[in-house]
């Protein structure tokens, strides 16, 4: 599975953003997907991931209510949906693959087998 992050950019607080992430390889939906981010100084952290069926989501308590995962398994795509965008939202945003872990696993960066190359995401203010 190869893993292509796009839609980053700059835009000021209070806006919105939408990412994408197109997966080439076999079986995308058999695939878990996952969002994690890493800003400036600091680790790598979760932000939200979708089961393979798409009946399930998890979100990280800071974006929970402002960010929106979704798929396409049809086109092998997902998508990241970021409103109501905040400074501390600055970092470099990463998809990720999986196979079908269990559901506390997803949003576990070492659960996940495969990365894209991140797409950046800078809020102003």
């Known amino acids: 599975v190869q893993l292509q992050a796009s839609g980053g950019g700059l835009v000021q607080a209070g806006g919105s953003l939408r990412l994408s992430c197109a997966a080439s390889g076999r079986s995308f939906r058999d695939w878990d997907m996952g969002w994690f981010r890493q800003a400036p100084g600091k680790e790598r952290e979760f932000v939200a991931a979708?089961?393979?069926?798409?009946?399930?989501?998890r979100y990280a308590e800071s974006v929970k209510g402002r960010f929106i995962i979704s798929r396409d398994n049809a086109k092998n795509m997902v998508y990241l949906q970021m409103n109501s965008l905040k400074l501390d939202d600055t970092a470099v945003y990463y998809c990720?693959?999986?196979?079908?872990?269990?559901?506390?696993?997803?949003?576990?960066?070492?659960?996940?087998?495969?990365w894209g190359q991140g797409t950046e995401v800078t809020v102003s203010s």
């Open positions: 990720a693959a999986t196979s079908r872990v269990a559901l506390s696993g997803l949003s576990v960066s070492s659960s996940y087998h495969y």
């Open positions: 979708m089961r393979y069926s798409g009946g399930t989501t």
